[in-house]
């Protein structure tokens, strides 16, 4: 049963668009993540957060910025996609260092 | 380099087959995790492993963590198509954030 929720689960927009990723949890989880994942390949952190306005830099440099502004709301934004930008986006959240529980996550097409 | 290096990276076997899949390191680590990915969705947790030499079961899934806490493996028996999936092992990062450091996964095909 999925307790973190992302939208929109697809989405296909062109070059030099802003863009959006929505990412919220009910956990009441501190931590939240993003992670950026090729089709069947591993997951690179791009984002996490410790908790209310807190945000840091992952593992794999991205162009994208986070908020959070709200515990279970962690919005990913993109201000002008490319076509590098094609992948899916995963976010997940936890408390302490609990297992990660998981977003069915954004595909996304940048043509 | 990777920090975890799992093989391998592709399997593909038919339904009632055996399979074992590793995931090694050089690096020793308190826990080690193993989630499951199905397509389009994301992984969720199979196990976590924390003391050396471990071994859990769950149903047709037997895990085990090394003895010197730096590799484990994952052994299925009898596959079913329903095990189709990538297969990720997980570790924390260094300090108390909860990340995750992930291998770069089994995909694992199992046919009918």
């Known amino acids: 049963e999925a307790d973190i929720y992302q939208t929109p689960r697809y989405l296909v927009i062109g070059t030099g668009k802003k863009i959006t990723l929505e990412c919220s949890q009910t956990?009441?989880?501190?931590?939240m993540y993003w992670y950026q994942q090729d089709p069947g390949m591993e997951l690179h952190l791009i984002h996490y957060?410790?908790?209310?306005?807190?945000?840091e830099k992952g593992d794999l440099s991205s162009e994208s910025t986070v908020s959070r502004i709200r515990t279970e709301h962690f919005p990913l934004t993109l201000e002008s996609a490319r076509p590098s930008h094609t992948s899916q986006y995963l976010c997940?959240?936890?408390?302490?260092?609990?297992?990660?529980?998981f977003g069915n996550g954004t595909r996304l097409t940048v043509t | 380099t990777q920090l975890l290096e799992q093989s391998p990276q592709f399997l593909s076997i038919q339904e009632g087959e055996n399979l074992t899949v590793y995931c090694n390191s050089s690096?020793?680590?308190?826990?080690l995790q193993w989630y499951r990915q199905e397509p389009g969705e994301g992984p969720v947790l199979l196990v976590t492993?924390?003391?050396?030499?471990e071994v859990k079961k769950l149903k047709r899934l037997t895990f085990q963590f090394g003895d010197a806490r730096k590799d484990s493996s994952l052994h299925i028996t009898a596959a079913q198509t329903g095990d189709t999936g990538l297969y990720l092992c997980?570790?924390?990062?260094?300090?108390?954030?909860?990340?995750?450091?992930f291998g770069q996964g089994t995909t694992l095909q199992v046919k009918p």
């Open positions: 997940a959240s936890t408390i302490d260092t609990s297992p990660l529980h």
């Open positions: 956990m009441g989880h501190d931590k």
């Open positions: 957060s410790y908790g209310v306005n807190s945000t």
């Open positions: 690096s020793v680590f308190s826990s």
């Open positions: 492993v924390v003391t050396g030499g």
């Open positions: 997980a570790v924390h990062g260094s300090s108390n954030t909860g990340k995750l450091i």
